[in-house]
């Protein structure tokens, strides 16, 4: 499985961004898909995740109600679109597939992980 994320940069606060993040080499709808986060100096944290049919989404209590996470099974792809962004939204974002279940917010709920992409938001 591979996993390709994209779409980051750098915006002023209150701006947006829509990161993607592409798979390939699995059956992409087999899998639910999470983003999470990591600013310098601090742990990976969790960010949104959705399970296989986009049915079902969970956030954490810092970004809910401004990012949404959601995917297209046709095109192999899960969107993390973020809104009213804040300096402390910086941080490289990272997409996970996970099949084996588990808590959403847990890293070692995923078994494959992209590079991820930098997002930088401006004061």
Known sequence: ???????????????????????????????????????????REFVAAINWSGGITRYSDVVKGRFTISRSNAENTVYLQMNSLKP????????????????????????YWGQGTLVTVSS
């Open 88 to 111: 402390e939204d910086t941080a490289v974002y990272y997409c996970a597939a996970s099949r084996i279940g588990g808590t959403p917010g847990i890293p070692s709920s995923y078994s």
């Open 1 to 43: 499985v591979q996993l390709q994320a994209s779409g980051g940069g750098l915006v002023q606060a209150g701006g947006s961004l829509r990161l993607s993040c592409a798979a390939s080499g699995c059956s992409f709808s087999s899998y639910a898909m999470g983003w999470f986060r990591q600013a310098p100096g601090k742990e």
